[in-house]
C-alpha cells in the first residue's frame, strides 16, 4: 500500500512516519522532497520560492510511480502544490495540477494531518504561520473539491498512529 502522509509545515508529518514505521516494518520511507535534493546537493533559498517548491514538486512526481508497493510518503505532490499556490495565486499551475490528480490514483491512502489547536505535539512552533496556516487552508478546501478520500488524524502521537493503523486495515 502506498501512503501519502500530507500537511502543512510543523504539524507532526515525519514524527508520524517514523511512529508508523515501529509498527509496519515492511514498509519503507520516502524522505520528504525537500531533504531528498537537498541530500543530493540542490541549494534552497533561505526563504522558500516557488522554483523551490516546483523542484520539490518535479522531483515527488518522478519518485511516487517509481516507488514500492508499501511505502509511507512524507509529503506528496498535493501539499507540496498547495505551497506553490499560497506563494504566487496568480501563478498558471493548471499542467502541475493536472499532473497531481493523474498522480492521486498512485496513492492508496491519503493522510491530512491538519493544524491543531492546542497542538498536541510538543516541539513543533512554527516558523512562517501566515503561510503555514493558507496551506492547510488550501489543502482541506482541496480535498474536499478533489474527492478523494482522506484519512484526518487528530490528537497525539499514538491516537494518529492508531487512526492511520485502522485506516489501512480497512
Known amino acids: 500500500m502506498r501512503i501519502a502522509i500530507f500537511g502543512a509545515h510543523n504539524v507532526g508529518k515525519t514524527t508520524l512516519v517514523e511512529e508508523l514505521l515501529k509498527h509496519l516494518p515492511e514498509y519503507t520511507f520516502e524522505p520528504e522532497p525537500y531533504r531528498q535534493l537537498e ?27 517509481k516507488s514500492e508497493d508499501d511505502v509511507l510518503f512524507d509529503r506528496c505532490v498535493l501539499d507540496i502544490l498547495a505551497y506553490i499556490h499560497v506563494l504566487n495565486p496568480r501563478k498558471n499551475i493548471q499542467s502541475l495540477y493536472q499532473t497531481m490528480q493523474s498522480l492521486l490514483s498512485e496513492i492508496d491512502l491519503f493522510v491530512f494531518v491538519p493544524i491543531e489547536k492546542p497542538d498536541l505535539i510538543a516541539g513543533h512552533e512554527s516558523d512562517l504561520p501566515k503561510l503555514r496556516s493558507q496551506v492547510n487552508d488550501l489543502l482541506l478546501e482541496w480535498i474536499d473539491d478533489l474527492g478523494i478520500e482522506v484519512t484526518q488524524v487528530r490528537g497525539t502521537l499514538s491516537n494518529r498512529r492508531n487512526q492511520v493503523l485502522a485506516g489501512i486495515s480497512e
Open 39 to 65: 541530500a543530493s546537493g540542490y541549494e534552497f533559498s533561505e526563504k522558500p520560492t516557488i522554483d523551490d517548491f516546483i523542484e520539490q514538486f518535479n522531483y515527488s512526481a518522478k519518485r511516487i510511480p
